[in-house]
């Protein structure tokens, strides 16, 4: 059965709102989308919709007691509660660099954490 | 450490940085950022949230990344820096006077100053919100610090009050670290943050947000129990029949952000009563010679791409003004706000300016126009002297135009330049 799902486009700031009829994951005709981009988002905000996601993990010595971080690519939307549950778990050391790994292949999707700044020791 | 530099930047967010390292880069000798934190980067630090540096990097990338990169390359460059100091004072002759925990009280000459202080927050008491006056309510930018920098959570139950980015944003964040965010509220009747905002951190944790809604009254002691919703009208009047109480611990304000220029005052510095920041020329320069603005302390962005373009003018203006004494007067021209246009800056063009290099309009629309509009610079005789279209016109998001070079002989006749959004015929 074909449904329409409608979806805010935010591959830029313009926000187009899409249109999307689909079958299942099967899309049959998008519209509203000002440009090709936003064809390319609504395929995947259906099929395997993805976020950059940024939080932050606990640091040992640093001159703050947390450092950012980020997915190095768009996370599966799906995962993201589990994903900052694990991040509450996670400890590094300080110093930290900026893109040091402090999780490895997050929930076996092969992404991995890395932080978004150096965190120097304290001195 | 010495005593006269060719230029001090006040603040080491990206509009300082941006202003250190452009001095640098145009000839000034010795630079010097002071900053009151204990590192340089300013609100980038606690912005951990990706989407910077798309516009000059092409990149997506988080506040502290973002930061970082400038805070090396300035560091590359030979910038002087004193952290953990806070400037008391600046006179129209530019005497800086500061203090610091290691030298005390510190009096500094600059040649040329640059205004980086960014903006602050407004407050409860700044919006009049009734009601007792129990913990938890925060600004959604102090809230962000505690979540994202020192690592406490300011409560477990929320309302977000105003649908600002940084409130959105918050929204997010909280959710991730396992609060619960009950309702975002906005007073207006459109979303006063970016459209991908709302998308990405209200739509996708299934965060309601309700518009033309505010917080009616605080409930709680001696702390926030919950919060009394109501539904207003086009003048912001409650509508009776409409009242919701919320139960919450904390309540977080995102209602718009101040330019700071309490330090601008006291240097003779002129403010604009619609930007609340300094009236500014088109290389930043305010009313007081030598004196240079960037950034969120002349007007407040929505990208921090667009400030750290404002640092590179204003900091280029400043070594040119270090080194020349003074930067040769030239005939200027007033950008005045017309139709639907609520501010635009710079507020003055020099004219001479265009022979080089475009120059950067910005300006925010009065109300909303959802359909294709024209955006238009024209002088006093209704003559077009730049234009560009635009699908729609939001007060939320800046609107950018440049003006070419091309226009130059067009602009030396000009005796006021009025710029215009209007929908497209």
């Known amino acids: 059965m074909v449904e329409t799902s409608e979806i805010i486009c935010v591959a830029c700031p313009k926000g187009c709102l899409l249109q999307v009829k689909h079958e299942g994951k099967d899309i049959v005709e998008i519209v509203g989308a000002g440009c090709r981009r936003g064809k390319e988002y609504a395929i995947c905000e259906l099929q395997d919709p993805r976020r950059m996601v940024a939080s932050t993990v606990r640091v040992r010595g640093g001159l703050h007691s947390l450092v950012p971080v980020y997915t190095r690519e768009g996370f599966p939307k799906p995962l993201i509660p589990q994903l900052a549950r694990e991040l509450r778990q996670v400890e590094v050391t300080a110093p930290v660099k900026i893109n040091q790994v402090v999780l490895e292949d997050a929930l076996g999707t092969g992404i991995d954490i890395i932080a978004s700044r150096d965190m120097p020791k304290i001195t | ?425």
């Open chain 2, 1 to 425: 450490m010495k005593h006269t530099y060719d230029v001090i930047v006040i603040g080491s967010g990206p509009g300082g940085l941006a202003a250190a390292i452009a001095a640098k880069e145009n000839g000034a000798g010795d630079v010097l950022i002071i900053e009151r934190d204990i590192e340089l980067g300013g609100i980038l630090v606690q912005c951990i949230h990706n989407g910077f540096g798309l516009e000059i990097f092409d990149e997506d990338m988080p506040g502290p990344t973002y930061a970082q990169h400038f805070i090396e390359k300035a560091r590359g460059t030979g910038v002087d820096t004193l952290m953990d100091t806070m400037v008391l004072d600046i006179t129209p002759d530019r005497t800086v006077y500061a203090i610091n925990k290691s030298q005390g009280y510190i009096q500094l000459v600059a040649r040329a100053i640059v205004l980086a202080m960014g903006c602050r927050e407004r407050t409860r008491a700044q919006i009049l919100l009734p009601g007792s006056r129990p913990a938890g309510v925060y600004t959604a930018g102090t809230a962000q610090r505690f979540v994202n920098v020192e690592g406490r959570m300011p409560g477990e139950q929320f309302v977000i009050l105003g649908s600002g980015d940084i409130g959105m944003i918050m929204a997010r964040r909280l959710t991730i670290e396992g609060a619960k965010v009950k309702r975002v509220l906005e007073i207006m009747p459109y979303l006063t943050g970016l459209t991908r905002n709302y998308v990405q951190c209200l739509l996708d944790y299934g965060i309601t947000l309700q518009k033309q809604r505010t917080v009616n009254r605080i409930i709680g002691r001696d702390r926030v129990e919950a919060i009394e919703a109501v539904s207003v009208d086009e003048s912001w009047n409650p509508i009776p029949g409409t009242k919701e109480v919320i139960p919450c611990d904390s309540l977080l304000l995102s209602v718009g952000l101040i330019p700071e220029n309490e330090l601008s005052k006291k240097a003779g510095v002129l403010l604009d009563p619609v930007t609340n920041g300094p009236y500014v020329d088109d290389r930043f320069m305010t009313n007081v010679p030598g004196i240079f603005a960037a950034g969120n302390v002349v007007h407040v962005y929505d990208l921090v791409d667009w400030v750290t373009e404002a640092g590179y003018v204003a900091g280029k203006g400043a070594a040119q003004f270090a080194q020349a004494e003074a930067i040769p007067e030239g005939k200027q021209v007033a950008l005045e706000a017309g139709e639907n246009v609520r501010y635009v800056v710079p507020h003055k063009l020099t004219k001479a300016s265009l022979a080089e290099e475009l120059v950067r309009l910005q300006m925010r629309a009065v109300t909303p126009i959802e359909e294709r509009v024209l955006v238009t610079v024209e002088d006093q005789d209704g003559e077009v002297i730049a234009k560009k279209g635009e699908p729609y016109a939001r007060p939320g998001e800046i609107i950018s135009l440049t003006i070419k070079p091309k226009s130059f002989e067009a602009v030396q006749k000009a005796v006021k330049l009025t710029v215009n959004v209007r929908k497209r015929k």
